[in-house]
């Protein structure tokens, strides 16, 4: 093995959650990100398509693409920014509401099989160190756009 069993373990986990989570949105029809960028949309109404991209911190044409799918999928819409006519808007349909319920209970579950195995004590533990090493992490990653400025936001 690599020298760094943390960050070995670190790597191990997040590739076995993000597995875990795909097979929970597939079942909705969704490909793992695509409730990042839909629960953006969920909370903020709509938004330029530049600024979603800044926001979720992936290359353009990875978010194009996501965008494109849920599109097809009739869960947002791009339309001309009436200020700007040169950018996209981009907005969930109402439709997609429905998937808003799906989605947290989708994560809720997520959050479930993640924790099995561990009490209420290990699970705040792990994520008050969980965060701590988000911190200096985003330290490290400044400009990444995913990382809070409120050291604990819930």
Do not use: Y
Not at 22 to 34: I, V
Not at 56 to 65: C, E, M, N, R
Not at 73 to 78: E, F, K, N, W, Y
């Amino acid at each position: 093995m690599l020298d760094g069993p943390v960050s070995h373990a670190v790597s191990k986990v997040a590739r076995l959650h993000r597995i875990v989570a795909g097979r929970l949105l597939r079942e909705l029809g969704l490909h793992p990100g695509q409730e990042f960028l839909m629960m953006h949309l969920w909370d903020n109404g709509p938004v330029r398509q530049s600024e979603l991209i800044k926001t979720v911190g992936l290359d353009p044409s990875t978010v194009t693409k996501m965008l494109q799918r849920l599109e097809q999928a009739g869960h947002v819409r791009r339309c001309p920014d009436p200020a700007d006519r040169r950018a996209s808007l981009v907005e969930a349909t109402e439709t997609s509401c429905g998937l808003l319920q799906q989605v947290r209970e989708a994560w809720a579950e997520l959050e479930r099989r993640t924790l099995t195995g561990l009490d209420e004590a290990e699970s705040a533990e792990l994520l008050r160190l969980l965060r701590k090493v988000e911190g200096a992490l985003c330290t490290e990653a400044a400009t990444d756009p995913t990382c809070r400025t409120d050291p604990d936001p819930g």
